[in-house]
Every structure is written in C-alpha cells, then in structure tokens.
C-alpha cells in the first residue's frame, strides 16, 4: 500500500543529526535530496532517485527505554506483513525492542535489534494518511 506519509522505498536507512533541520538542508544542497517530509524538528524523509534517507534526533519519538542517544543510525525495511515478519525474526532469535503496533502515520511498525546489536524497524502500510493529518508537513510530495 502506497502511503503519503512514509518513503516508498524498500529499505531506507535511518541516520541520526543533532540538528534535523540543518542535515536535511545540507544533504539537500550538498549531495542532491530532496525533502519530501518534515516531522517538527525531530524528523526528515528525503528521497534520492527510488531511494529514500530518514534523518532523525537522536532521541526523540523514540519508544523503548533502552534507546539512547548513543544511537547513530538504523535501517527501516518495507515488508509486506508485519505480524509475520515479527514472528519470524522472534523465534529466530531477535531482540524485540518495540512489538508491532499502528502508528498515526498509516503504518505498522516493530523494532528489533540483530545479533551485533544493530537497530532495525519493519513496517507495513496500513492507510494512506496525508503527513498533514498527524502533524507532519509535506514539503515536496513523494
């Protein structure tokens, strides 16, 4: 399901700034982004081609008391059943940090952590939701 308010891209990595704002301005001007999403000064979507970059504070949002700001990056992979893939990955081995849930933005999401200790969220379109409709803004439609 395509959704307004996330990267319609399969896999999009997740990098942490101290200031959003002037990462997704850099990155932007310096290596050619483009800003689709603003999420108040704590979230940026930015595309390249088929690709898709989130830049991200480094704590806020975040649901798991175990996140800290030493958290430099994360990947956010595209999957088609969330419950599923969530399943899997737990019997397999897989540190759960967040179980799956819905989120404002039209999607469902869980979060896990791999065997080196490295952040990983699976999400699933749920709705197409305008960024509008949950306090995004959209700056340049995906």
Not at 29 to 38: P, W
Not at 103 to 115: P, T, V
Not at 127 to 132: F, G, L, Q, S
């Amino acid at each position: 399901m395509r959704n307004r308010s996330a990267p319609p891209a399969a896999v999009a990595p997740v990098l942490v700034y101290a200031d959003v704002a002037e990462a997704a301005a850099w990155l932007c001007r310096v290596f050619g982004f483009v800003e689709h999403v603003r999420i108040a000064d704590h979230r940026a979507q930015l595309g390249f081609g088929e690709g898709a970059l989130i830049v991200a504070d480094a704590t806020h949002g975040r649901r798991a008391p175990d996140a800290a700001a030493d958290v430099t990056h994360a990947v956010l992979v595209r999957v088609e059943s969330v419950d599923a893939h969530h399943a899997k990955a737990k019997s397999g081995g897989a540190e759960i940090v967040n179980p799956p849930a819905d989120m404002a933005f039209g999607e469902r999401q869980y979060s896990a952590k791999d065997l080196a200790g490295h952040h990983w969220t699976f999400t699933e379109g749920i709705a197409d939701v305008a960024p509008e409709d949950w306090g995004g803004d959209t700056v340049t439609p995906w």
